[in-house]
C-alpha cells in the first residue's frame, strides 16, 4: 500500500472507537476548533452524530479494525493525526479474556504496525486508564506518572501491555505519541455499560430517570478518581496540538477524588431526598476487587503544568450532567 499524502491546510484525523461514549464528543468538539479538522470516524457499531455538521469534513467507515481488509481501507486515507479510543470495558475484558485480547491488545499492534509504516512520526493519542496500577502499600498516596504500574485486572494489563509498545515507538521516533491515561468517566449518558465502574454514572443517571441504580459495594466512604466527560473532551483537545513530548509520554489527566457519599449528596442537592430512594447497595465481591485495585487520587502537577484542566468538585460534574438533561428536556 503506497502512502497517502495530506494536504497542508486541512489536518484529518482518525478516530476509533467513534461510535463509543467519547467519540461522538470529541468529534464535535475537534469540528468547533481552528484550524479546521476533517474527520475520519471507525467502529465497529453503527456512529450517531446527534448534532449538525458539514458532512463535507466528516467520513464514517463502519467495520472491525481486526480485519486487516477493514484496516487498510481505513489507511488508505491521508492522516495526519489518530486517537485511539477503542476497546471493550473492564468488566467484560475481565469475563471475557481472548476478547479482550483480540480488541484491547491485537487490534490496536496492527494499527499502530500500519501507521508505523505507512505514516512515520503521526501523532498518535491513546486512551488509557488508572486501571494499569493495581493496589498499592498505601492506597491513600497520591500517584504520580512515575509510579510503578501493577495491574489486577486484565483491563489493565492490556492497557498497560499497550503502553509500553507505544512508548517503544515513540522512543524509535516511528510515531509521535501521547498516551493520556483517564479517570473513570462521570456522569455518562446513555445506558449502564460492561464497566465496574458503571455505577460511578448510574448512581447519578438512574435516579434522575426514577430507576433503579444497584451500587456494587456496601461502602460509603469508598473513593473513586473521576472526572466529567466534557474536562475529558477538552483535554484530548488541547493534546492535540501539543509539541512532542521527550522521555515520558504517559499524562495522567487530572480529575477528582470523590466518595459514594459525596455522589449521594450531590444527587440529592440536585435531585431532593425522593431520588436517593432509587438507589440500592448490594455487594457484588467480583466488581469491589476490581474497583479495589484502582488508585483513588493523584498528583497531576505535570499535566495541569502543561495546561491541562480539572473539575470544580462534584457537585460542579453532577450540575454538567442535569444541565444536559435540562438542555435536552429530559428533567
Given at each position: ?32 476548533l481552528p484550524?479546521?479538522?476533517n474527520l ?255 488508585p483513588r ?35
Open positions: 500500500m503506497s502512502t497517502p499524502t495530506p494536504t497542508q491546510k486541512t489536518k484529518t484525523i482518525l478516530i476509533t472507537g467513534a461510535a463509543g461514549l467519547l467519540g461522538p464528543l470529541l468529534t464535535q468538539h475537534l469540528l468547533s484550524p479546521s479538522y475520519l470516524l471507525t467502529d465497529i457499531s453503527p456512529i450517531s452524530l446527534p448534532f449538525t455538521y458539514n458532512p463535507s469534513r466528516i467520513t464514517v467507515l463502519q467495520g472491525d479494525l481486526s480485519s486487516p481488509t477493514f484496516l487498510s481501507s481505513i489507511l488508505s486515507h491521508p492522516l495526519n493525526a489518530v486517537y485511539i479510543l477503542h476497546g471493550i470495558m473492564s468488566s467484560t475484558a475481565e469475563a471475557n479474556y481472548p476478547l479482550s485480547l483480540k480488541i484491547n491488545v491485537y487490534s490496536i499492534l496492527s494499527l499502530t504496525e500500519q501507521l508505523r509504516l505507512l505514516y512515520p512520526g503521526i501523532r498518535t493519542i491513546f486512551t488509557s486508564s488508572i486501571a494499569i496500577y493495581g493496589h498499592l502499600a498505601d492506597p491513600t498516596a497520591k500517584i504520580t506518572e512515575n509510579v510503578y504500574p501493577r495491574p489486577e485486572t486484565t483491563y489493565g494489563a492490556h492497557k498497560l501491555m499497550i503502553e509500553t509498545h507505544l512508548t517503544e515507538l515513540h522512543r524509535k521516533g516511528f510515531l509521535d505519541v501521547i498516551i493520556a491515561r483517564l479517570p473513570t468517566i462521570s456522569v455518562r449518558p446513555g445506558k449502564p455499560t460492561g464497566a465496574a465502574s458503571s455505577f460511578l454514572s448510574g448512581i447519578i443517571r438512574e435516579p434522575m430517570q426514577e430507576k433503579e441504580c444497584i451500587v456494587p459495594i456496601e461502602d460509603r466512604g469508598f473513593k473513586s478518581y473521576l472526572s466529567s466527560p466534557g474536562k475529558v473532551i477538552e483535554n484530548l483537545g488541547r493534546v492535540l496540538e501539543w509539541n512532542r513530548l521527550e522521555g515520558n509520554v504517559t499524562v495522567q489527566f487530572p480529575g477528582i477524588s470523590v466518595s459514594i457519599e459525596e455522589m449521594i449528596d450531590a444527587l440529592r442537592v440536585y435531585g431532593g431526598e425522593d431520588k436517593v430512594r432509587f438507589i440500592k447497595e448490594e455487594r457484588d465481591e467480583r466488581l469491589e476487587k476490581i474497583l479495589r485495585s484502582w487520587d493523584f498528583d497531576v502537577r505535570r499535566g495541569e503544568e502543561m495546561g491541562l484542566g480539572r473539575d470544580e468538585g462534584v457537585e460542579g460534574i453532577v450540575g454538567i450532567y442535569i444541565e444536559g438533561l435540562r438542555k435536552d428536556r429530559k428533567f
